[in-house]
């Protein structure tokens, strides 16, 4: 039986941040989220786009996705429905570029179809676990003191490993502080977001002395070899985010000796399919992978969680609790117990936007019949 689906609405939400979030690439104070509800002969399903308003960390951004969307990849949907979510994947397949888009669109239908069928992302993706240990990413500061104190709330809350986001210029002091302030048990990584090029390597160097548990992306998202021979420079090891779009990067990255770690994130891939391809890739060469985040609301963020309790996710994610990130999440928040996130179980993504939340934070909504 083919699941048909008769229309997409595609709305976009407002969604203040508690603290503003700095990176390389920009300050973030307010998420702006792109929601896919589609609406089938099996039910609804929802998605979150992951693109950001603004294309700094990636080249897509809210308004793109929603065009693409509109334009492309709703249209593109055949009438006379499909056999599965995973036939979405190759029906969009002729379009190049878009994986957030792209992601959220078969994310939804797959969530209609798992809800119909009563089965949970976490079970149809392969979870072996029931709960996740989860890590927190914390922006750069405009002090140390500053960082030691949001890191020191983080600690308290329970969070099992801590990722510092650097610059040139906001390197090696903030984790030398951290570390002084923390003592070598804490698990710690940073995040470049792209921010540095080879001529870098003795600086990045000196962060070999603090025992970090990785290096995320330090070059240009299109530096592949140059992370290769960054790599044979550095004792810390080299994690790829930016850098791997999909299954091909990551085999590629892999060869080329250009990571030793990898950061899944489900929508810069493609999807939640091709990111369970990429994870078994990792696996079977020895490569721990770990779920990365974009700021999620709930409804992206249930199915990070039940990604990250596949097998091959052995380092703790960006998958933090939803009050690091809303004063009000749209869906049920997920809290932290332990330090860890527990895996929804209910059918799909086993939650659902409140409805009045929702509403109170929609900027725009607009609906594509098929
Ligand atoms: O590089 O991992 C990143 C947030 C937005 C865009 C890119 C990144 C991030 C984070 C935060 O580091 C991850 C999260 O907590 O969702
Ligand atoms: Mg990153």
């Given amino acids: 039986m083919k699941t048909k689906i008769s229309g997409v609405e595609l709305r976009r939400i407002a969604m203040p941040l508690v603290a503003p ?3 390389s690439f920009g300050v973030e104070t307010s998420r702006d989220v792109l929601l896919v509800r589609v609406v089938t002969s099996d039910g609804e399903g929802w998605a979150e786009c992951a693109a950001m308003s603004e294309p700094r960390y990636c080249s897509e951004y809210v308004d793109g996705a929603l065009d693409v969307l509109r334009k492309f990849l709703i249209p593109a949907l055949p009438t006379g429905g499909v056999d ?11 379009f190049t570029g878009h994986h957030m888009a792209k992601s959220a669109l078969e994310s939804a239908v797959l ?19 029931d709960r996740v240990p989860c890590g927190v990413s914390v922006g750069i500061m405009d002090s140390i ?13 329970g969070y099992a490993r801590i990722k510092l986001k650097i610059e040139p210029g906001w390197d090696v002091e903030p984790v030398r502080a951290v570390r002084e302030r923390f003592g070598d048990d804490l698990l710690l990584q940073v995040d470049a977001n792209a921010a540095y090029t080879l001529v870098d390597a003795q600086q990045l160097a000196k962060l070999d002395d603090f025992g970090l548990l990785l290096i995320e992306q330090p070059l240009a998202n299109d530096d592949m070899v140059q992370h290769a021979q960054l790599a044979k420079l550095l004792r810390t090891p080299v994690c790829l985010d ?12 892999i060869s080329l000796g250009a ?4 950061n899944i994130k489900p929508a810069r891939v493609g999807g939640y399919l091709e990111a369970r391809r990429i994870h078994d890739l990792a696996r079977a060469h ?11 609301t709930g409804i992206g963020r249930a199915a990070n969680v039940a990604l990250a309790a596949l097998p091959g996710f052995t380092l703790p994610g960006d998958t933090s609790g939803s009050n690091r990130y809303f004063a009000t999440d749209i869906t049920e928040p997920f809290v932290l117990s332990d330090g860890h996130l527990d895996v929804p179980t209910g059918p799909g993504l086993g939650t659902q936007p409140l409805p009045e939340i929702l509403d109170a934070v929609t900027t725009s909504r607009e609906w594509i019949a098929l």
């Fill in 21 to 23: 979030f700095r990176t």
């Fill in 84 to 94: 599965a979510a995973a036939a979405v994947g190759r029906i969009l397949e002729p």
């Fill in 111 to 129: 969530d209609a179809q798992l809800r119909s069928s009563g089965e949970s992302f976490g079970s149809y993706l392969g979870a072996a676990r």
């Fill in 145 to 157: 003191p500053e960082l030691l104190d949001a890191v020191e709330g983080y600690v308290s809350e």
């Fill in 242 to 253: 930016e850098s791997i779009e999909s299954a091909a990067d990551a085999a590629a990255a």
């Fill in 259 to 262: 990571c030793s770690i990898i």
């Fill in 286 to 296: 020895g490569i721990p992978v770990w779920c990365g985040g974009m700021l999620e």
